[in-house]
């Protein structure tokens, strides 16, 4: 049996994870700008990554998009610059979004930082990240004096 160090933060992420897994399945959003510089991710996880993928219509290049992935925690931000042919005058109504998004999401697995993959195809972002196994993790040697 192996022994596992005392960390009070674990307790304290695993509550983490289950209100951010009990307010993601809330029949109402508290949130009240959902439309609004919000983007909407799907999670799930395979034998070896997790996968995130999220609708972001409108993203133009590359730039526009930041992805960033620390302590189990993936980071998805960005801009929509969205250009409109028709004028402000002549605008009736103005429902997309232009402007900045971001959004952090607690993630289910242990994954690596290194060996992230990312692809944007027809509005939809896919981030590919590798899980950490127990055949990843170093077995530190003890000397004995």
Do not use: W
Request: hydrophobic content about 35%; some cysteine; overall charge negative.
């Amino acid at each position: 049996m192996a022994l596992t160090p005392y960390d009070p933060f674990r307790q304290l992420a695993n509550v983490r994870k289950d209100l951010d897994r009990f307010f993601s399945n809330f029949p109402f959003d508290f949130n009240h700008d959902n439309h609004f510089g919000h983007i909407r991710v799907d999670v799930h996880e395979t034998e070896n990554e997790v996968v995130a993928t999220c609708d972001i219509p409108g993203i133009e290049k590359k730039e526009d998009i930041n992805i960033n992935v620390e302590n189990n925690v993936l980071t998805i931000s960005g801009t929509l610059n969205k250009t409109s042919e028709v004028k402000g005058e002549n605008m009736f109504r103005q429902e997309r979004y232009t402007g900045s998004f971001h959004r952090s999401i607690s993630l289910p697995s242990a994954v690596f930082n290194e060996g992230v993959k990312a692809a944007y195809k027809n509005g939809v972002l896919e981030v590919r990240m590798p899980k950490i196994t127990n055949n990843d993790k170093k077995k530190i040697d003890i000397d004995f004096m």
